[in-house]
């Protein structure tokens, strides 16, 4: 009895071995989200960068992996996880390009990468010990602006050839902003040539609203015209030094949607510019598996082009 209960048991052993074995095995399925679209990217100050993008079409992700890498060996720097579609990017250096990656992020997996070129740049807000003006063409003061190197610099007509740019006001209406030899100084002679950007950002109430995926330059250099009685917000113009160094220059409004102000013939426009101190290194490069087509933004703003 031992010998057949011990077989019995022993059979009925091996056959359940062999119809588990035997069981259809179902796949696990992963499903890889869709990447996140629109890229962008800000410099804050000389070591942080703002990323923001849209977000991804899949529902039920784990937020986003982002990945900051060297540009010249591919290593990795840093990697953090994050829920939302922006993130602040601290402990950079200014002048050195960064490769920025954003990845959606599922329980199982990770999307595409989308990625982005970018580096800090300094923030310049005030010069010889106040806010940074530029004064009307018919001031005593200086209707020009140095910022090579960092620092600004106001100066007058009679230093016209070392001004990175300059406004003109003679129209009473029209507000030209540019290189001398653009906006009619043409008694100075041997002006920079500054490049002004081919896109102006309109109604902007800060440069940290201002976002890219690439700069661009305009070759010819030119200016931008502004139509003061049109313009009640604040704007912001990209430019690059002779030297190479690029710049964003934020042409502030008053509170009362104001562009030149105080009283004639010493009005002003106020100013704010984020400088990039290494030459030929723009804030964005070409983005890479980005297929946005727009080259600017703005929170909560159409992007508008303007041509110099």
Same mark, same amino acid.
């Given at each position: 009895m031992k010998l057949i209960r011990f077989f019995a048991t022993s059979f009925v052993a091996v056959t359940l071995v062999i119809l588990a074995a035997c069981d259809p095995v179902t796949p696990v399925t992963v499903t890889t989200p869709n990447p996140v679209d629109s890229l962008k990217a800000?410099?804050?100050?000389?070591?942080?960068v703002r990323l923001k993008w849209n977000a991804s079409t899949t529902t039920n992700?784990?937020?986003?992996?982002?990945? $900051?890498?060297?540009?010249?060996?591919?290593?990795?720097?840093?990697?953090?996880?994050?829920s939302g579609t922006t993130i602040d990017v601290n402990g950079l250096t200014a002048g050195t390009v960064y490769l920025f990656r954003v990845q959606t992020r599922t329980a199982d997996t990770v999307s595409t990468a989308r990625e982005i070129r970018w580096?800090?740049?300094?923030?310049?807000?005030?010069?010889?010990?106040?806010? $940074?003006?530029? %004064?009307?063409?018919?001031?005593?003061?200086?209707?020009?602006?140095? =910022?090579?190197?960092?620092?600004?610099?106001?100066?007058?007509?009679?230093?016209?050839n070392e001004w990175d740019l300059g406004i003109n006001?003679?129209?009473?209406?029209?507000?030209?902003?540019?290189?001398?030899? =653009?906006?009619? %100084?043409?008694? $100075?002679?041997?002006?920079? +040539?500054?490049?002004?950007?081919?896109?102006l950002y309109p109604?902007?109430?800060?440069?940290?609203?201002?976002?890219?995926?690439?700069?661009?330059?305009?070759?010819?250099?030119?200016? %931008?015209?502004? $139509?003061?009685?049109?313009?009640? +917000?604040?704007?912001?113009?990209?430019?690059?030094?002779?030297?190479?160094?690029?710049? +964003?220059?934020?042409?502030?409004?008053?509170?009362a949607g104001v562009i030149l102000q105080g009283t004639a013939p010493n009005r002003y426009v106020e100013v704010e510019i984020s400088y990039q101190p290494v030459a030929n290194v723009p804030y964005a490069l070409a983005p890479n598996l980005n297929p946005t087509a727009t080259k600017g933004f703005i929170d909560g703003v159409t992007f508008t082009k303007v041509t110099p």
């Open positions: 800000t410099s804050i100050d000389a070591a942080t992700i784990n937020g986003y992996r982002v990945t $900051i890498l060297n540009t010249v060996s591919g290593a990795e720097i840093g990697r953090t996880n994050v580096s800090p740049a300094v923030r310049v807000t005030t010069m010889q010990g106040g806010v $940074i003006r530029i %004064y009307e063409t018919a001031s005593g003061f200086g209707s020009g602006l140095r =910022f090579q190197g960092g620092t600004a610099l106001n100066l007058t007509v009679a230093r016209g006001t003679r129209s009473n209406d029209t507000l030209l902003i540019g290189t001398p030899d =653009f906006i009619g %100084y043409s008694a $100075i002679t041997n002006p920079r +040539k500054t490049k002004s950007g081919a896109n109604n902007v109430d800060s440069l940290n609203q201002v976002f890219d995926t690439q700069v661009q330059m305009d070759a010819a250099g030119g200016n %931008y015209a502004i $139509i003061l009685r049109n313009t009640t +917000k604040g704007f912001v113009g990209a430019f690059q030094t002779v030297e190479g160094n690029f710049a +964003k220059v934020f042409f502030k409004a008053s509170s």
